[in-house]
């Protein structure tokens, strides 16, 4: 009976030892805590967060339609060449004989005083004459680019039709 009893405790402790010895060997890791990769992690959502959320930036345009066209005035100087050209980019609004749009509320210009136009052209660009539309699409011509302009567009064929006088007399300026 006491052989048994010391049989069986040299067994137990033989696997106890063998547990333990086993639990020794296995790895430690604190994968799990480590802080570092957190943050890291973190950072990256907060960035995604921060970029989802952020207001678009708001971008007004102004449409400016710009194609060729027969020239309407007989392009025999340099400045009327010139003046043609950067007219492409008034027709959607003023039309290719300065005629205006009621639905752009652009009135018509074609066959006005040259010296008005560039007044006019020269005060928008400067901001002193105040148009929401206008004044952007100034911005970037220069003096002469307004003399040029306004040359050709005093040009211009068009003018405002009188009533009763016969189509003509209108055409012929
Ligand atoms: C998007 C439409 C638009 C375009 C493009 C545009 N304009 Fe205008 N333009 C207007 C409007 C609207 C006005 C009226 C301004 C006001 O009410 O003060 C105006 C006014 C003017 C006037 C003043 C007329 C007057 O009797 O006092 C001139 C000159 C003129 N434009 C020339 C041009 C020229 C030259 C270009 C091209 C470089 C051009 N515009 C392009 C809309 C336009």
Same mark, same amino acid.
């Given at each position: 009976?006491?052989?048994?009893?010391?049989?069986?405790?040299?067994?137990?402790?033989?696997?106890?030892?063998?547990?333990?010895?086993?639990?020794?060997?296995?790895?430690?890791?604190?994968?799990?805590?480590?802080?570092?990769?957190?943050?890291?992690?973190?950072?990256?959502?907060?960035?995604? @967060?921060?970029?989802?959320?952020? !207001?678009?930036? $708001?971008?007004?345009?102004?449409?400016?339609?710009?194609?060729?066209? /027969?020239? *309407?005035?007989?392009?025999?100087?340099?400045?009327?060449?010139?003046?043609?050209?950067?007219?492409?980019?008034?027709?959607?609004?003023?039309?290719?004989?300065?005629?205006?749009?009621?639905?752009?509320?652009?009135?018509?210009?074609?066959?006005?005083?040259?010296?008005?136009?560039?007044?006019?052209?020269?005060?928008?660009?400067?901001?002193?004459? @105040?148009?929401?539309?206008?004044? !952007?699409?100034? $911005?970037?011509?220069?003096?002469?680019?307004?003399?040029?302009?306004? /040359?050709? *567009?005093?040009?211009?064929?068009?003018?405002?039709?009188?009533?009763?006088?016969?189509?003509?007399?209108?055409?012929?300026?």
């Amino acid at each position: 009976m006491t052989r048994l009893i010391v049989f069986l405790s040299v067994i137990t402790a033989l696997v106890l030892a063998l547990v333990l010895f086993s639990y020794k060997s296995l790895p430690v890791s604190n994968d799990k805590f480590n802080l570092h990769a957190t943050t890291e992690s973190y950072e990256k959502q907060e960035h995604l @967060v921060e970029t989802l959320l952020a !207001p678009k930036e $708001k971008v007004v345009e102004v449409e400016v339609e710009v194609k060729e066209y /027969a020239p *309407v005035v007989d392009l025999n100087t340099p400045q009327l060449v010139a003046g043609h050209k950067l007219f492409t980019q008034c027709i959607s609004c003023h039309g290719k004989g300065g005629e205006g749009k009621t639905s752009q509320k652009a009135p018509f210009i074609g066959g006005q005083f040259d010296w008005y136009i560039e007044k006019q052209l020269t005060d928008m660009k400067a901001g002193t004459r @105040v148009n929401a539309v206008m004044n !952007p699409i100034l $911005k970037g011509l220069n003096p002469q680019d307004i003399k040029d302009l306004a /040359a050709y *567009v005093s040009r211009l064929p068009w003018k405002k039709p009188v009533e009763g006088a016969p189509a003509e007399a209108a055409a012929a300026h």
